[in-house]
Nanobody
Framework: QVQLVESGGGSVQAGGSLRLSCVAS????????MGWFRQAPGKEREGVAL???????TYADSVEGRFTISKDNAKNAVYLQMDSLNPEDTAMYYC????????????????????WGKGTLVTISS
């Protein structure tokens, strides 16, 4: 079992930046993935970005070029740097992880990951 705790959410104006962090309760090994998902009010959850143990990444089209996912193995952490934010990015952001997962760069973001955090709220005002 892995617990994930997100932080870094908040309220910023359009054009601003935020950096989300997610810390896992223990290290993950082997072919694992960690990623970020979001759910806006009245909408379905969508994948935002995913990174695997070999630092391969993939992004949703809506955030490509604006968001950057990274991880720090020593801290059991994954980050989401979000730049050029717009009101459409307003959502609850969730961290997720899976112990057996591979990222195809530019490929889909699977949401059937095993472990999920409770989320951190991001609000972008115009």
């Amino acid at each position: 079992q892995v617990q994930l705790v997100e932080s870094g959410g908040g309220s910023v104006q359009a054009g601003g930046s935020l950096r989300l962090s997610c810390v896992a309760s223990r290290a993950m090994y082997g072919r694992y993935c960690m990623g970020w998902f979001r759910q806006a009010p009245g909408k379905e959850r969508e994948g935002v970005a995913l990174i695997d143990n070999e630092d391969r990444t993939t992004y949703a089209d809506s955030v490509e070029g604006r968001f950057t996912i990274s991880k720090d193995n020593a801290k059991n952490a994954v980050y989401l740097q979000m730049d050029s934010l717009n009101p459409e990015d307003t959502a609850m952001y969730y961290c997720a992880a899976d112990p057996l997962c591979t990222v195809v760069p530019g490929g889909p973001i699977y949401d059937n990951l095993d472990y999920w955090g409770k989320g951190t709220l991001v609000t972008i005002s115009s």
